[in-house]
């Protein structure tokens, strides 16, 4: 499975990419709104994990986007904030993650993924 992480930190796109590794998925990274939105043009995801708040185009946008045009792809949304976390949600996001959350969280957000 291939996983597109999102968010404006790099170094939380790093650390989800080497844990899902760890999982077993191939990983691509978009620092910003725009980039993801290209990424998802041009690649094939089964997954998305998008922060609340990406430069350019922010995760409630993103999670809108996949769920009109990519339905079968899961998207997971995570914030530090419970506010972002219901916009998130009512977005479309399949699963949302309070940050910050610990491996066992994130496993448990993909294993509920649908076949």
Same mark, same amino acid.
């Given at each position: 499975?291939? =996983?597109?992480?999102?968010?404006?930190? +790099?170094?939380?796109?790093?650390?989800? *990419?080497?844990?899902?590794?760890?999982?077993? !998925? =191939?990983?691509? @990274?978009? &620092?910003?709104?725009?980039? $993801?939105?290209?990424?998802? @043009?041009?690649? %094939?995801?089964?997954? =998305?994990?998008?922060? &609340? @708040? =990406?430069? *350019?185009? /922010?995760?409630?946008?993103?999670? %809108?986007f996949v769920?009109?045009?990519? +339905?079968?792809? !899961?998207?997971?949304?995570?914030s530090? !904030?419970? *506010?972002?976390?219901?916009?998130? *949600? /009512?977005?479309? $996001?399949?699963?949302?993650? $309070?940050?910050?959350?610990?491996?066992?969280?994130?496993? %448990? $957000?993909? @294993?509920?993924?649908?076949?």
């Amino acid at each position: 499975m291939k =996983v597109l992480v999102v968010d404006g930190n +790099q170094n939380i796109t790093g650390i989800l *990419s080497c844990l899902l590794g760890l999982f077993g !998925y =191939v990983t691509d @990274e978009a &620092s910003e709104g725009r980039q $993801a939105l290209q990424k998802l @043009e041009h690649g %094939k995801f089964d997954i =998305v994990i998008t922060d &609340s @708040e =990406v430069n *350019s185009i /922010d995760g409630p946008e993103i999670c %809108k986007f996949v769920k009109a045009h990519f +339905q079968n792809i !899961y998207v997971i949304g995570m914030s530090g !904030y419970l *506010s972002a976390l219901k916009d998130l *949600s /009512d977005a479309g $996001a399949d699963f949302c993650l $309070a940050k910050p959350f610990c491996l066992n969280q994130l496993k %448990k $957000a993909i @294993e509920c993924r649908p076949c």
